[in-house]
């Protein structure tokens, strides 16, 4: 990637439709539009009708082009996006146009690795903006723009600089070795430390909730014969997907789809219903099932209400459960009378409410309304355990009386730690597996 070339990418989805993007970013922007039958001096922020012209001077197609001068676009750069019709053939002709006038073909994320490099963004919010492309639930979406809005990067910036005032004044003391730090001043450094791992912790804490939200909730729904999965499963996608039979055993292999609830993606996962067999295909989906279940961040157990009641089936250590009782609209049995669990109706729909809410209530960390959720990624959470560490080393030295020197080896790893998070220091690792993950044209 070099800064000084111009790039160009077809920033719309593959396929044909109403309309496609192209974008064109970097210093020739405004050059090569002109050299394609644009405006020679294109009004900024402004959206502008321009036939594209090929090297004979044919139209390749009547466009809409909006010009952002820099510093003012998404790149902070010179920036060009034209919108033209969405077949797949003019795009194409369109994007080879401002090939042949000078521009390149965009790297992988290379849009918003600009973005970032010229200050634009920080790199928690580089990132955010796959989380908010690919985001799977409304609570998934909320927790992205609230981090492109910059909501991580704010809370560890605060952090840092708070660090930054403590090691200031760790280093004075190397500056000024005849001087020892006083136990005031060591008790004061102690608390501020104190204060920024608790913050940095609480962060820490999102970790789950944000695999949860990216990734989605693991969900395996399971039970003996006949007692409702499959019937639930059709009931939360809302259409029949899965064979629903009296005769037991109907369902021999897991059944995966993915359904939004509580605020988060469920990737759910029928399984055949747990019970003694002869039936060597059966007891192979019994094992996929009792696999699923091991391997769920959550598991709906699924019961007959009208019969009496079985035992429980096992469930993996860390596991949420729910215990849901089906068939809620005929009577009850009286093994269930007190039994606390969902009481659900797979025939009439009764309890999906109930189930949401539930749902919800397992896996944010407080029940309440949010309108602004944080949670961190795996890189984050790793870069703030060392941060974390490093902190600590820092408290146990400064109490220990060790030399300022050894205290400030301990402040300058929490501060690369949190620098990492954002990307204000230079590491070429961290933006290379960052920005490869990215689709063209962003």
């Known amino acids: 990637m070099h800064a000084t070339d111009t790039i160009a990418a077809i920033a719309t989805a593959p396929g044909t439709g109403a309309i496609s993007m192209i974008r064109m970013s970097g210093p020739q922007a405004a050059a090569i539009l002109a050299a394609c039958g644009g405006p020679a001096h294109p009004r900024p922020r402004h959206a502008g009708f321009t036939r594209l012209r090929d090297a004979q001077g044919r139209v390749i197609d009547e466009t809409v082009c909006i010009y952002y001068a820099a510093p003012g676009g998404f790149t902070g750069e010179d920036l060009v996006e034209i919108c033209c019709h969405g077949g797949m053939l003019v795009t194409r002709r369109v994007l080879e146009r401002l090939l042949e006038c000078g521009a390149r073909p965009a790297e992988p994320g290379e849009f918003t690795r600009r973005a970032f490099e010229n200050g634009k963004l920080d790199l928690t919010q580089a990132e955010a903006v796959m989380d908010v492309i690919s985001a799977g639930s409304d609570l998934a979406l909320r927790a992205a723009q609230s981090q492109l809005q910059g909501a991580i990067g704010s809370r560890v910036a605060q952090a840092a600089d708070k660090l930054i005032g403590i090691a200031a004044h760790v280093e004075a003391y190397i500056d000024f070795p005849e001087e020892d730090i006083s136990p005031d001043t060591g008790e004061s450094l102690v608390r501020g430390l104190d204060e920024i791992s608790a913050a940095l912790r609480e962060l820490l804490a999102t970790a789950d909730e944000g695999r949860l939200l990216r990734e989605g909730v693991r969900t395996a729904i399971i039970g003996a014969p006949n007692v409702g999965k499959s019937s639930l499963l059709n009931m939360l996608l809302g259409y029949e997907r899965a064979i629903v039979s009296p005769t037991a055993g109907t369902t021999r292999d897991t059944i995966e789809e993915s359904v939004s609830l509580g605020g ?59 215990l849901l009782l089906n068939k809620c609209d005929l009577p009850e049995h009286a093994d269930w009378q007190g039994v606390p669990a969902l009481r659900i109706s797979c025939a009439t729909g009764a309890g999906r409410q109930e189930l949401e809410q539930a749902v919800a209530a397992l896996f944010l960390h407080d029940t309440g309304e949010r309108d602004t959720p944080a949670a961190i990624n795996t890189r984050h959470r790793h870069a703030l355990q060392q941060a974390v560490d490093a902190l600590a080393a820092a408290r146990a030295s400064l109490l220990a009386g060790d030399s300022p020197e050894l205290t400030d080896v301990e402040l300058r790893e929490a501060l690369d730690a949190l620098g990492a998070i954002t990307g204000r220091i230079d590491t070429e690792d961290i933006l290379t597996r960052v920005f490869s993950t990215f689709c063209l044209g962003k």
């Open 264 to 322: 988060f993606r469920l990737r759910l996962t029928d399984t055949a219903g747990l019970h003694e067999s002869d039936d060597a295909i059966e007891r192979a989906g019994m094992e996929r099932s009792r696999r699923a279940g091991a391997e769920a961040d959550l598991v709906l157990e699924v019961q007959d209400a009208t019969l009496p009641r079985r035992p429980g089936l096992p469930v993996q250590p860390g596991a949420r459960r729910l």
